[in-house]
């Protein structure tokens, strides 16, 4: 007979589920009737709790299908009740979680962290100390290369992007020199040679065998130069350069768009 009353008590005893579905039918059935009486819509609702629609309506309704795990039930139903004017915390409290309140008290157990004693700190720091010197030699000598570098680079390849075509006068066809006047000198003294560009040009001079200057002048450009031997000079665009020897006269050293090259010997005196 005990046997049979003890299986009769717990047969009687309802599931976890069904004490959450009947309190929140309770709860849910006193929230509605409150904020019909305060003439509140669940938009209204909505605006002070911040709680989406389908879930205030679900706990009105009773509904736990359509609601999250029960210890966010609850924590919903507090707000709910926070916002009609009840003690919200006293209110959801009687809504039953189960065994998810213990599974979250305990999930939030502070992990073993190994204590860091003084000489490991002195490591730690010396360590720091090695690595930020290292990485700003480090730094410090990139820089250098780079500037080295740069400072090395001849004008004509940091104009390369412009004219690609001019960056190996080599491949230009083969030229002969303009008209007598410009390619002797008769004087016999030091060679010197003006250009003035009518417009911008690509121009190599050679004095005495050494480059003394070849890249793009721009229009307006005047230069002069000097050579004791011989002076050579090569543009791509003779129209758009007029050279004078010797402070002459200025003229131009061809056709616009045509190479040239002109070759200018001073003679011994006699």
Known sequence: MKWLRRKDNQRATPSIE???AEKLAELGGQLWATRQEQGLSLEEVVVLTRIPRRLLQAIEEGNLEDLPEPIYIQGLVRQFADALG??????????????????????????????????????????????????????LNNAALEANNSQNQPNIQKQSFLTPELTQPKDLPQTQPVSGTLSS????????????????????VVADGKTEFEGILPEGSHRIWRAT???????????????????????????????????IAAKPKP
């Not at 502070?110 to 360590?127: C, D, M, S």
Request: proline share 6%; net charge positive.
């Open 18 to 20: 069904q004490q959450q």
């Open 86 to 139: 009840f003690n919200g915390a006293e209110f959801a409290s009687t809504f039953p979680v189960g065994s998810q309140q213990v599974t979250l008290q305990t999930a939030w157990k502070a992990p073993n962290i190994p204590q860091l004693r003084p000489g490991h700190l002195y490591l730690l720091y010396i360590f720091l100390i090695l690595f930020s010197v290292n990485g700003l030699s480090q730094l």
């Open 185 to 204: 000198n008769k004087d016999g003294q030091p060679v010197q040679i003006g250009v003035t560009l009518k417009s911008s040009s690509w121009i190599r």
């Open 229 to 263: 031997q011989q002076l050579t000079v090569k543009t791509d665009n003779a129209g758009g350069v007029l050279m004078s020897v010797n402070q002459q006269e200025p003229k131009e050293m061809g056709a616009p768009g045509k190479v040239e090259e002109v070759r």
